[in-house]
């Protein structure tokens, strides 16, 4: 082998989504109503409750052509199920998620909604090969994505991935769409 290739590219799909007031107060409401039912039933920890996206049918659209977009990048069939792997991801001060990647699943998303009124909540993405500091990557080892309202970005599953605290007064919202593939190609 002469030269070089460059191999284990890592497709990122990312979206600006510029919404009209009278959507963004639509879909406020319709969060606002669904978190409100989910605590009317006793659900604490929302985030971490299935809801069905289908009072969201414009989100859906959207994580379904980001999903799509990553599929046909990867030349895989979009044969895929995200009919129940679906959160409302509310933050609050100091709220953070660590490290992690997502073993059980093909793929992620995230559609920022609200994204506060503050500085932090940034979303790292890091390179898949992130365990080898030694050498031959970026000195830094993720890239680092600050949220804006009506951002959707996805990846796939391995991609390590974490949300830096966040250090609003106000509520933070972010939707969120997992996706796993019917059967694998």
């Not at 799909?13 to 107060?25: A, L």
């Not at 059980?104 to 365990?131: C, K, M, T």
Request: proline share 5%; with cysteine; aromatic share 12%.
């Amino acid at each position: 082998m002469n030269g070089i290739k460059t191999l284990w590219e890592t497709p990122i799909y990312s979206h600006q989504y510029e919404d009209t007031e009278e959507y963004i107060s639509k879909l406020t409401a319709l969060v606002n109503v669904k978190i409100a039912d989910m605590r009317c039933a006793g659900i604490d920890n929302i985030a971490d409750e299935n809801v069905s996206f289908s009072a969201f049918p414009e989100i859906e659209e959207r994580f379904k052509l980001a999903f799509d977009t990553l599929c046909e990048y990867s030349e895989h069939k979009p044969n895929y199920n995200m009919s129940d792997l679906n959160i409302i991801n509310p933050m609050k001060f100091g709220d953070y998620k660590s490290t992690h990647s997502h073993d059980s699943i093909d793929a992620f998303a995230v559609f920022y909604h609200n994204v506060g009124d503050s500085e932090g909540g940034r979303i790292r993405l890091y390179d898949p090969r992130w365990q080898n500091r030694k050498s031959f990557i970026p000195k830094k080892p993720y890239i680092e994505i600050k949220p804006g309202n009506g951002l959707l970005i996805a990846a796939p599953h391995y991609v390590w991935h974490e949300v830096t605290p966040y250090l609003g007064s106000e509520i933070r919202i972010s939707l969120v769409s997992n996706m796993t593939f019917n059967e694998i190609d």
